[in-house]
Each structure stands twice: as C-alpha cells, then as structure tokens.
C-alpha cells in the first residue's frame, strides 16, 4: 500500500514525489515529457515513472494522485478514467473544486473513488528542477469530500497530508472550499496585478518601501495557471471583486466628501479585524 | 553646531533622537506630555527636554526637527514660529508636503529656514518606548527643497539622513513627492483597509496563507494620522485610487466576459512590470 503514481512532475507534482519518497513510499511518476521522468529518477525523487499514459502503466496503481491544471485533469479523466484499476483510490491537488470535483466523482462511476484536496502552497518558480517538500511545511491542506466519498477516501488523503508535514489539515465542502479561495488567494491576486498594471511606476522603484512590494509579491503571475483556475471559479470570484471594488468606492467617496468620521471607522474596523491574523 | 532639538519624541522622533544621540549629536527634547521627555532622559536619548514650547527654550537651538503630525505641525509654526531663532534652520518628518511646505516657508519668512523632508519608514506601534533608530537602515528618505531653500538647507536636511544611515537619500518637489506617495503609500494603505474591511473574515483566518497576509499587514492602521495624511493630500491621491479602481473594475469585466487573453495580457504586463520591484 506504500506505492503511488503521481501524474504531472511540476513544481507541485515533484514537490509531492520528493516528500513522499523522503518519508518512504515507492513514489512512480508520468509525466508527458520525459524529462521530468528522467530528471526525477536521476534525481531519486521517483523509482520508476513512464512518459505514456497507457492502460498497462497507470492500472498497476491503487493510489494515484493528478497534479495536473484543472481542465487538463477533466480531460486526462475523460479520455483515460478506464485505465484506472476497479476499487483504487486517486486524489488531485486542484486549486477550485465545485467545478471539476462532481463532473470527475460522476465519470469514474462507482469503480475509482476521487477524493479531492487541495495544497494551499506554492512557488513563483515552476517544474520538478524547483521541486521542494519544504512549501508544504506551514501550508493549508484542504480536503473537499462529497457525499461519494468514503471514510477510507477521507482516509488517504488525510495519510497524504499528514505524510507532507502540512501545518493544517481541515475539511471543506467543495462550495466552501471555493467561496474561501475566491477570497483569500484569487482575490489577492487580482488586486495585485490590478495594483501592479494601473501605473507605469518603473521610475518609483528607488522609492519604493515595503508596503507596495508585499501587496504586489504576486503579481508575478503565471497568466495560464491563474487564469484558468479564475474562470473555473467565476461567480465566487466575481462576488469578491465587486465586493471589494464596493469597499474601495466607498473610502474613495469619504475622502472625496472629507467625511473624517467615516474613514477613521472604516480604519477601525480595519485595525481590528486584522488582529485575527497576527501569527 | 552638533545640538539639535527634536520637537515630538514620538516613535518618529524618538528614534531620530536616539539616532542622532548615537552617532554624537547632543539632542534635546520638546514634548506636550512630560513623561516621554522623564522617559528620553532617563534612557538617555536626549541630554534635557521640556514639556512647555517657550521662547527661552527654543530660542537656543540652531536646528530644530520637527516630528508632529501635518496639522499640528502647521498650528506650532502659526502660534510659536516667532519664537524660533533667527537664522535657524528647521526641518520635518510630515508624509504629505505640498499643503505644509509653501504655507510654513510663507509663514516664517525670511529669518527661518524651512527644509522639508520625509523619512520614508514606520512600524505598527506608537511612542517613543518603540523608538528603535534601525527602521531608518533599510528605508528612504525624501527632501522636497522649494525656490526658498538653500545650499545649507539642503545640506542640513542631507545630513541629518546620512547621520541616521538611511539606504538612499532623495530629493524630490513637494508635487513630485505626493505623487509618488499617493500611491506606492496611500493607494496601498487603502487596498490593505478595503481587503479588510469588505468581508467579514474572521472564520477564515485558519486557512489564510502569505498572499492575503502580505495584502493586509498595513491594515492595521493609525486612524487619526492616516486620515490627515490621506485628507492634506487628498487630489493625488483620489486620482491614484481611481486609476487603481478603473484597473480592477476592467479585470473583473474580462472575467466575467470569459477574456482569456485580455486577462492573461493583463497578467503578462503585470509579471513584467513586477521584475523592476524585485529587490
């Protein structure tokens, strides 16, 4: 029961295969290009991995987990969720789930269980070269079951994160799950490349202080992954712009109305939520 | 020429007074309330001090800090500039200047030499308990010399930011100088104060990770100074916030119309753009 497949050997992926073979699972790997493969068994972040996704290689595997983008997972399910071995177990690490997590439960029928989680970490850096166990270490993981999961599901991939050394482990529905991410990350990240594109402010770097560096940190962005994940988690995601946009309108009119009584509560306010997430 | 008095021995000034004591200066103190002025000397950050702003007291020095807020600052140099000696030089720590510089200089005429400038560092805690002279190390400082400034001004506000080891010494026009801190500072501070405020989070602080952190440090905010540093500057910083808000708002319009490549353009400028700001 120490075997496992991870498909994808990016950041994530490598990451994965790294942590689990430090802490003694016979780690196998696919990935589509065979340098990932030979990279990481050079490496010995795998034993043995294969660069096809065939019916001989994957249905050897009773645990499997995708580290692909979201809509490359739907497909690789789509096309290859036969292959899978009846009564295994696979999980993903997808970062929204209400849009992918019931379409891939409903493909795979009753023979494979999908229980989805999501790693809440990551890197600014991609590929299994920039594969480190360490992100894990003071990171979220998020399981999303359904009512299809099974307490042995919840079970492996609780085994998952806990083997990764994750600082948290919690239990979301897929709707919760989403409705936060939308919020705590997406969100985020589109006030940052909105912060970061509304100036031409190359000439200010010499000023520059810490404040404007930590609100655009993740402005450095991989436009393909993030875009995908925005457009897969559309509504929740518009819902916090708009309110957010809402919020920004609001101090925006007080300070045009030098309503002093108003910005000072809304500071207020401010100062006093954000005590919750002093670490 | 090596006395100086510090006016306000806030976190501000008490660490320009601990600086500056360090490194040789003989510093005194004026403050409203006598217990920073028992604290600064019984720390010996400063030599003497007085709670009370007479003329025999500040007549004596050649060079005068002032660390007040804007307002205040105005209000002194209204009631007490008279006092000041003649041929004086005196400088400032106040975050906006375009409303303060003209005003003061117009005010103290000939006899007194105004040279404004702007220590571009702080923390999130107040007085001079906090004092600490190593915020200055990593941070800039900014003078915004008018017509009326002379070489000597220059030279004083200079070395004052030289004595107190700050990173990089700039000078600026007061336009210049509220321009640039309406948005890397004051846009960024009401980004933080609208993160915070538009959503009730506090159920999510289990699964915050760095990104929403970084966002909402500086949410955690001095009401009064910041409402007087956002109202004096209040024109700069009103077109930063629409700008920025135009920004999100065409963000949120591509995600919503499904725009890949409008948002992943967005997202290319903003990766790019961000490389200038890697430190």
Redesign the interface.
């Known amino acids: 029961m120490d075997k496992i497949l991870i498909v994808g050997l990016g950041l994530i992926g490598g990451s994965y295969a790294k942590g689990l073979t430090k802490m003694g699972y016979n780690v196998y790997g696919y990935n589509r290009n065979k340098d990932a493969i030979d990279y990481a068994k050079k490496n010995k972040i795998i034993i043995d991995g294969s660069s096809e996704f065939t019916e001989d290689f994957i249905g050897e595997f009773d645990r499997i987990i995708f580290s692909l983008y979201p809509k490359v997972f739907k497909e690789y399910i789509e096309k290859y969720g036969s292959f899978i071995k009846k009564g295994a177990i696979i999980s993903d690490v997808t970062g929204v789930k209400e849009s992918i997590v019931t379409d891939i439960q409903n493909i795979l029928g009753d023979s494979v269980e999908f229980i989805a989680a999501h790693p ?2 990551g890197k600014e850096v991609y590929g299994i070269e920039n594969a480190d166990e360490k992100i894990f270490e003071n ?2 993981y ?1 399981i999303t079951p359904t009512k299809k999961n099974t307490d042995k599901g919840i079970a492996f991939a609780t085994e998952i994160g806990e083997a990764l050394n994750f600082r ?1 482990i ?1 239990l979301l529905t897929p709707k919760e799950h989403d409705e ?1 991410i939308a ?3 997406q ?16 000439d ?18 991989n ?2 992954m ?2 995908e994940l ?2 897969m988690n ?1 509504s929740a ?2 819902k ?13 009119d007080f ?2 109305n ?1 309503d ?1 009584e108003k ?2 509560n ?6 006093e ?5 002093n ?1």
Chains 1, 2 share one sequence.
Request: glycine share 2%; net charge positive; aromatic share 10%.
């Open positions: 809440m970490a990171a979220n998020i948290k919690s936060m919020f705590l990350s969100l985020t990240h589109c006030i940052a490349v909105a912060l970061m594109t509304c100036k031409d402010s190359e200010l770097v010499n000023y520059t202080g810490d404040s404007f560096r930590d609100l655009t940190r993740i402005a450095n962005i436009e393909n993030w875009t925005f457009l559309k995601l518009l916090e712009m708009d309110s957010f946009i809402n919020c920004m309108s609001k101090l925006r300070i045009n030098e002093e910005i000072k809304m500071m207020r306010l401010s100062t939520r954000r005590k919750y997430f670490k």
